[in-house]
């Protein structure tokens, strides 16, 4: 079993940055990946980043450039900088854990981007 909890989220302006933090607890030592997603309204969830236990990376196209996920095992916590935000940034974005073949999902926080 694996718990993750997210943190901040907020309003933003275009042009402007967050971070997103994942902190992720329980079996944490089987998580093979972690990963952010986003759904914004009307639309399907989709992946923005991934990081493997050992920090091989990957973006989407739409994120890359602006958006660098990133992990730190000690903290078992996985970030997401995200620079240059755009409107069509605006979703609820939620981290995933991928456990033993099993992905976990945390509550998710509302990121808004006003132009």
């Known amino acids: 079993q694996v718990q993750l909890v997210e943190s901040g989220g907020g309003l933003v302006q275009a042009g402007g940055s967050l971070r997103l933090s994942c902190a992720a607890s329980?079996?944490?030592?089987?998580?093979?990946?972690m990963g952010w997603y986003r759904q914004a309204p009307g639309k399907q969830r989709e992946l923005v980043a991934s990081?493997?236990?050992?920090?091989?990376?990957n973006h989407a196209d739409s994120v890359k450039g602006r958006f660098t996920i990133s992990r730190d095992n000690a903290k078992n916590t996985v970030y997401l900088q995200m620079n240059s935000l755009k409107p069509e940034d605006t979703a609820v974005y939620y981290c995933?854990?991928?456990?033993?073949?099993?992905?976990?999902w945390g509550q998710g926080t509302q990121v808004t981007v006003s132009s």
């Open positions: 329980g079996s944490i030592f089987l998580i093979s990946v």
């Open positions: 995933n854990a991928l456990h033993i073949g099993v992905g976990y």
């Open positions: 990081i493997t236990r050992g920090g091989s990376t």
